[in-house]
């Protein structure tokens, strides 16, 4: 397979992409639920060069990166591609981006004049961040080059939330300045499986992100309450991940008081997934099967290696007799709708759903328009939305923090890059407001099931140990969660 190299600057740190993999030994402290496994590649990890080891690369170094300036023409990346790219696009991503070295003067007159810089000073990185956006819905492409390199010279990835977001979108404008036009936006390959250091770092995101958390937990006691009575029950999950939400389902259960169903899930994952030799579906039904031997659970794992899209009601296996209940978490947002095809494969999705007949299904969705909205709308709402994620995680990581480096880097990084740089079904993160998911839901034929107080006390209660800032409230049955007064994961339960 050919891959995509690229080397991105923010401020003082060169940040390359590229892979590495798990080992299994450590699998157990890592095993994670992802938010998704379709986004920038798969291949990407972020490693930090800073100024003072660019130093020392010597003299030949910083002549080559000279030569590079004089031949930049303004284009504002850093990228290694392979030969599979067109010729015009080699040319325009070959370029390089700003460059630390001890000879700044030099470095400056490449990218913008003294004079430049001086001007927007005063400007902050938002309103900078906004001009750019505006000057690339407008194609003038020479002037948003020009403030993205002002830009990076203004802004860290280590600095306060309001750095590390500004750092991340203008490298998400530079990768749209870099493809637009030309048609590449496959070139991103944005749907292949994660890495084992995104993996890890989505779990971390689930751990120190209460939205996020408490967005599972919603779902998992909505879910516990339809086993109450019954026998037999089927939970089908059309993207189980890496299980994870399931074993606190199980250990939640384990605990419940009275004669406990015998449970059956059936897990949905894209067929590459079987192959994997950590984290696979095969290895996933196996811990979670072990997990119910201890906890003395009658449990059976179905996995099922399919793409959602081709999922038919026969592979799944439902019996007569059973409770079915269906879970979409992190999900439903990744299958293109009416905006990206006629197929419609989202609300098809649903309409199948509705067939099996389920006593429940439960939907966790961030809430922010990513999916309609056109470019500048969408700029701004990610800009918002991933704002208070960023200052969010201040409440419970520092700022100096690794594991806060690989979560912002590996989860928020990416979906930051798809929303804003892709377009048509190259852009897979097309998140929609809790309104919209109602409607749809609604002319899918289900009607709310309310997420039951005792579900949402316990979720008050322990949100509450994180920060005051963090906030959860009912609206319509569904439970929202969010940081101050921006709203960030709605989870909802339907029948």
């Known amino acids: 397979m050919s891959l995509v190299r690229s080397a991105a600057f923010f401020g003082n740190h060169e940040i390359t992409y590229t892979s590495e993999s798990y080992s299994s030994d450590s699998y157990d402290a890592e ?21 003072a080891s660019r130093t020392r690369e010597g003299a030949s170094d910083d002549n080559a990166a000279a030569n590079d300036d004089d031949d930049s023409d303004n284009h504002v990346y850093g990228m290694e591609i392979d030969g599979e790219w067109p010729d015009a696009t080699r040319y325009a991503l070959l370029h390089d981006s700003p460059k630390e070295s001890s000879s700044s003067d030099s470095h400056l007159s490449s990218i913008s004049s003294s004079k430049e810089l001086l001007f927007t000073a005063n400007i902050t990185p938002k309103s900078l961040l906004f001009e750019c956006a505006a000057y ?5 492409f020479e002037e948003a080059s020009r403030m993205i390199n002002v830009l990076r010279q203004r802004v860290s990835i280590q600095g306060e939330p309001s750095e590390r977001i500004a750092a991340y979108m203008v490298e998400a404008l ?10 590449l936006y496959k070139a991103l390959k944005c749907k292949e499986p994660p890495s084992s250091d995104r993996l890890s770092a989505m779990q971390v995101l689930f751990e120190v992100c209460p939205c996020f958390r408490f967005g599972f937990m919603a779902a998992n006691g909505a879910i516990l309450e339809a086993f109450r009575d019954e026998n037999r029950v089927h939970i089908i999950d059309f993207d189980i991940n890496q299980g994870s939400q399931y074993y ?22 894209d067929p590459e997934s079987v192959q994997r030799a950590v984290g696979g579906l095969k290895i996933i039904g196996q811990r979670l099967e072990q997990l119910a031997k201890d906890l003395q659970l009658s449990f059976e794992f179905h996995a099922v290696a399919s793409e959602t899209a081709l999922v038919s009601p026969l592979v799944l296996g439902c019996q007569p007799g059973e409770a079915l209940v269906v879970n979409f978490a992190f999900q439903l947002h990744h299958m293109p709708d009416e905006s990206v095809s006629t197929v419609n494969l989202r609300d098809q999705l649903l309409r199948m759903v509705k067939s099996l007949k389920p006593k429940l299904v439960t939907v966790v969705e961030q809430d922010v328009n990513t999916n309609t909205a056109p470019f500048l709308t969408r700029f701004a709402e990610a800009y918002n939305y991933y704002s208070a994620v960023f200052e969010s995680l201040d409440a419970t990581l520092a700022r100096d923090s690794q594991d806060r480096m690989n979560v912002e880097k590996q989860c928020l990084a990416r979906d930051i890059i798809n929303v804003v740089a892709c377009e048509g079904e190259e852009r897979i993160e097309r998140y929609e407001v809790a309104g919209k998911w109602r409607a749809r839901m609604s002319m899918a034929g289900f009607s709310s099931c309310p997420i039951s107080r005792n579900v949402k006390n316990e979720i008050q209660t ?22 101050e007064d921006k709203i960030l994961i709605v989870s909802s339960a339907w029948r």
């Open 31 to 51: 095993i994670s639920s992802r938010l998704a496994i379709r986004r920038i590649p798969s291949h990407i990890f972020l490693r930090f060069e800073t100024k």
């Open 136 to 140: 690339i819905h407008n194609g003038k």
């Open 174 to 183: 530079a990768a749209r300045v870099a493809i637009s036009g030309k048609g």
């Open 248 to 269: 606190t389902l199980l250990q939640t259960l384990a605990k419940t008081p009275g004669k406990r169903p015998r449970v059956r899930l059936t897990g949905v994952d």
């Open 462 to 483: 322990l949100i509450e140990q994180y920060s005051n800032r963090f906030k959860v409230r009912e609206e319509t049955g569904a439970l929202h969660f969010g940081w």
